[in-house]
């Protein structure tokens, strides 16, 4: 599974995510839409290719990235499964120390 967290919890990233929604970037058209330095910008793109997010392609001597959408549809599956899971044994949990009455027990002590 991709690390979602990873290339999503970062704001440049997000951004670029955002600028490659519409189409295909090069790397100067994205590093010009940012305040921070070219080597900056690309340590963001690895990041993102790493994980599959983008694609890159060579167009002449640019280099073009766009989004990979299958690969970030499967991404979001996977986190929603995996949140899904985890709010089900949260109330599994939930529903267990309800039905031992232990919330009764805890509000008659205070």
Known sequence: MPDIYRALGDLTRRRILQMLKSSHKTQKEI???FDI???AIK??????LEEGFISVTMKGKYR????????LQMAFQEMLQYTG???D????NLKTYV???EF???QDEG
């Open 43 to 48: 340590k963001h793109l690895h990041v993102l």
């Open 64 to 71: 073009l990235y766009s989004l990979n959408l299958t690969h």
């Open 37 to 39: 330095s070219q080597p």
């Open 85 to 87: 899971e985890l709010l």
């Open 99 to 101: 039905e031992k009455g």
């Open 89 to 92: 044994e949260q109330l599994v």
């Open 104 to 106: 009764r027990d805890e």
């Open 31 to 33: 590093v010009d839409a």
